[in-house]
């Protein structure tokens, strides 16, 4: 049984690469996806050109039926409603995503929105799809909100089989 051709040798054959940026509603991955797209991209075009896969990794719904303070139970209209509003949040940041990267035409660009813990889906993701490299946005976190927060870009660098870059805030906007 063969096996699919390496990153490396998909680059050397001339093939572009697969490069999967995270993206989040924070301004800290569209930051990653700018300075991806004028720093890492290759401006080749054609089947040389890289793809970027734009990763959206949608937390799943806390509350699958609950009772409100008056003992009601939450009616499958307001869990409809959540879940609407969960997509409308991942569309709307895919979307900017999108816009970010219609400025670099050489650029194929594809998208993946899925749910569950992004730590998880993130590494999985880029294992499935034999990513070249994932780049990330950091939100700057310090020790000890890292320490209750957890790192995604910390776990996806220590977890993803593929290289991990990750892109600091400049300082102006970090504070």
């Keep these: 049984m063969a ?9 050397a054959a001339g093939a572009g690469r697969r490069i999967v940026v995270a993206v989040d509603e924070g301004e800290e991955s ?6 991806c797209l004028a720093n890492v991209v290759s401006s080749k075009t054609g089947d040389a050109a890289d793809t ?31 879940e609407r509003h969960a997509n409308a949040v991942s569309a709307a940041c895919v979307d900017k995503a999108k816009r970010i990267c219609a400025d670099h035409p050489h650029v194929k660009v594809e998208t993946l929105v899925e749910s569950g ?15 070249d490299l994932l780049v990330m946005g950091s939100h700057g976190y310090g020790f000890i909100q890292r320490a209750f ?14 290289p991990v870059l990750i892109v600091k805030r400049p300082k102006e906007q970090s504070q």
């Design 117 to 131: 813990d992004p730590r998880d889906v993130i590494c999985e993701a880029t294992d499935k799809m034999g990513a």
């Design 149 to 162: 927060l957890g790192s995604v870009s910390n776990h996806c660098a220590q977890n993803c089989k593929c």
């Design 30 to 35: 569209m930051h990653a996806l700018s300075w």
């Design 3 to 11: 096996s699919p051709p390496s990153p490396a040798a998909s680059a």
């Design 52 to 82: 970027v896969v734009l990763l959206h990794a949608r937390r799943p719904r806390p509350v699958y039926a609950a009772m409100d303070s008056s003992g009601y139970m939450l009616t499958s209209d307001v869990m409809a409603s959540v």
